[in-house]
């Protein structure tokens, strides 16, 4: 029994509350990684993943199995993220500055970022990219998803995902080969 | 050089995960998390504070509603029934002939129809008389007649 099987069966089998300890003990590492490549400090990744958990076990009820709870999950804090990124973007638009290269900084300076150089680059590239593309690229290159999975995280067609992550994808590229 | 990039995007070391969260993180996001989960069970918000933004929502349709309506009223747009009722108040007196209802129903009023019509048939008589040839027996029965 896998153990999304297993939480779905002591779900129905009335003991919530220890399918919900489950959830939040397999999930949380997993979607903290997740939600960490797409925004750019711990505190921020820390209060999406607390909403992202907050919704789960509101809305554990209504759901029917009708895809994944692995996709469910998934698709809760991805919008958690992107509603997150979106309202980012718009202080950003409002404040009328550019905020790539104070994103760019933040991720230099943050204490809990162990990477090497390379990674540092590709991941101030990531930054600059629009929400959507970010989500899409992540979900393809970092979780190696199918574009099916991707479709049911985020919505959208097959194709316009195959076009989103190319786009991404040559972003990234062309900022790389700038440095 | 494209193909040095993909191979750097291809490096399986850029695809782990370079961020490491605070020490004994996930050991107190269970409890948070509950905790945050219990905190907003009990600040659920009772029926009325949930209803509160539909009742203001209607209260201002009212008071923009009677605003309206004072608005309409005050600027006579809303007196149309009672002028249509004055107006036939002033018909019905036009109609009774109580009220002159024009300039020129008030010019006829002044002309004596009858004698119009008697002096327009004078003309046409006088007319026909030095037209035709009348005999002279024919005159004298016209003059009698």
């Not at chain 1, 760019?104 to 970022?113: G, K, T």
């Not at chain 2, 695809?15 to 069970?41: D, G």
Request: proline share 4%; with cysteine; net charge negative.
């Amino acid at each position: 029994m896998s153990i999304d099987q297993e939480i779905i069966t002591a779900y129905n089998d009335g003991m919530e509350d220890y399918a919900f300890n489950l959830i939040i003990r397999h999930y949380s590492t997993r979607l903290y990684n997740h939600i960490r490549k797409l925004v750019p400090s711990h505190e921020d990744c820390d209060d999406i993943l607390q909403n992202t958990f907050i919704k789960v076990w509101k809305y554990l009820p209504e759901f029917r199995s009708e895809s994944s709870l692995f996709t469910w999950i998934y698709r809760i804090a991805t919008n958690e993220a992107l509603t997150f990124l979106k309202r980012e973007r718009l202080r950003n638009i409002i404040s009328l500055g550019s905020k790539e290269a104070e994103v760019a900084s933040r991720i230099e300076s943050d204490p809990y970022f162990n990477g090497n150089q390379a990674q540092l680059k590709l991941h101030k590239a990531i930054a600059s990219l629009p929400p959507k593309q970010r989500i899409v690229f992540s979900l393809k290159y970092f979780e190696e998803l199918k574009y099916e999975e991707i479709a049911e995280i985020t919505g959208g067609s097959i194709g316009s995902l195959k076009a989103s992550y190319h786009i991404a994808y040559t972003k990234i590229l062309n900022l790389l080969e700038k440095e | 050089m494209e193909k040095s990039n993909k191979d750097i995007l291809d490096n399986p070391d850029l695809k782990k995960n370079p961020w490491s969260p605070p020490q004994e993180y996930f050991m107190a996001l269970e409890e948070r998390v509950h905790l945050a989960i219990k905190e907003e069970e009990e600040s659920t918000p009772s029926l009325i504070s949930r209803l509160k933004p539909s009742l203001m929502l209607f209260l201002m349709f009212g008071i923009i509603a009677g605003i309206g309506y004072l608005s309409l009223k005050l600027t006579d747009a809303l007196q149309k029934p009672s002028a249509i009722a004055e107006k036939d108040g002033i018909m019905a007196l036009i109609e009774n002939g109580y009220l002159k209802s024009s300039f020129i129903e008030e010019y006829y009023d002044e002309i004596d129809l009858g004698n119009l019509y008697s002096d327009a048939m004078q003309e046409i008589t006088f007319e026909r008389i030095m037209d035709e040839n009348l005999s002279e027996d024919e005159l004298m029965d016209y003059i009698d007649y």
